[in-house]
């Protein structure tokens, strides 16, 4: 059964559509598809999934990208922009972006910026995307310096979840978006943990995870103030992907981070050790890494440097008074940052 969820942004109003069997029966009219239309894909989805989306919609294109985060890059970007020029795409038409996150951010980005803005339609096909970074109006690509450092605020036209993409997903794929889901009931929904089981009913772990990152998006939608939180875990996850060469995955990463930012929490007399111990064994319980393995905690810190909530030098974590309660705490001293990843070495 379809479920709309509607978000109001200062640029516009859309609707999530989640909808089993909505991309099968993708209907170009009702998203209101005009003129020149590129479906941007990865070379892996573009076979299963890109060619016969394409096929149902008149004067379209399907355009690829390289499979990956270390594809996430300004290079893909100019490839599309020029992509985009020789399919013949003007100002009216939409670009739609079919995949994970790595997709929806990168075509996102040269939708944002192609003439200075084209219609932009988000398809995600993993849970990672469907519950996080295809909603809220974020895009944007990473530097070798670190993760998102380029980037702009779009905010699509509509967004189409459809939860029967993920049969085929990869366990470790739904691992990964299974991190999100936990980092949104964690800051706001704890009731969400009940529902997050590779079992359960996909729609439903949806439409309740959408539903908490659209509940904070619209309240601060560039990011001023309360979206902040939902950055939890994210600060020392980016870092591990930087720093591991993005041999992790950006949801094992979060993982990992979650349960840095549970135990900094700890350390801080904020959330009580007990708390702490249970974020961890709720990572450990979705088969997420609860460890750093060899990474340098010196190294890690240092490429947090760079994380876009950091201001002037400043650090800047999202860290937990309790479940449901994230708060933005500011200059934590580096020694105690620096323990805490230690702590999880091996």
Request: with cysteine.
């Amino acid at each position: 059964m379809a479920q709309r969820i509607t978000v109001k942004s200062p640029t516009n109003e859309y609707e999530i559509r989640i909808e089993p069997g909505g991309l099968a029966a993708f209907d170009p009219v009702a998203y209101g598809l005009k003129g020149r239309t590129a479906v941007v894909s990865n070379t892996t989805l573009a076979p299963p999934y890109g060619e016969a989306l394409a096929r149902r919609i008149p004067d379209s294109v399907l355009i690829t990208v390289p499979d990956g985060e270390a594809h996430k890059t300004l290079a893909t970007v100019a490839k599309l922009y020029g992509d985009f020029v020789r399919a013949g795409l003007d100002r009216a038409s939409t670009v739609i972006a079919l995949g994970g996150g790595v997709v929806g951010d990168t075509a996102g980005f040269a939708a944002a910026t192609y003439m200075r803005g084209v219609r932009l339609l988000q398809i995600p096909t993993s849970l990672l995307a469907m519950v996080d970074s295809s909603v809220g109006g974020k895009v944007g690509v990473d530097l070798p310096e670190g993760k998102n450092l380029v980037g702009a605020f779009k905010q699509p036209d509509a967004v189409l979840i459809d939860p029967d993409v993920l049969h085929t997903l990869p366990e470790r794929e739904w691992r990964c978006g299974a991190a999100e889901a936990i980092k949104h009931a964690l800051i706001a929904d704890p009731g969400l943990l009940d529902f997050i089981d590779p079992a359960g009913d996909a729609e439903a772990i949806i439409a309740r995870a959408v539903q908490v990152k659209v509940n904070i998006v619209q309240q601060d939608p560039y990011e001023q103030n309360v979206r902040a939180y939902l950055n939890f875990g994210h600060t020392f996850a980016h870092a591990i992907e930087q720093v591991s060469g993005y041999q992790w995955l950006h949801g094992e990463a979060v993982g990992a981070g979650m349960v840095a930012a549970a135990r900094l929490s700890s350390a801080l007399g904020m959330l009580s050790a007990q708390d702490a111990g249970q974020v961890e064994s709720i990572i450990g319980r979705y088969g997420l890494p609860t460890r750093l393995g060899k990474l340098d905690a010196e190294q890690l810190y240092e490429a947090m440097a760079t994380d876009k909530k950091w201001q002037g030098g400043h650090s800047r974590f999202v860290l937990l008074a309790g479940f449901g309660e994230p708060t933005l705490v500011k200059d934590v001293p580096p020694p105690l940052v620096i323990e805490v990843l230690q702590g999880l070495a091996g």
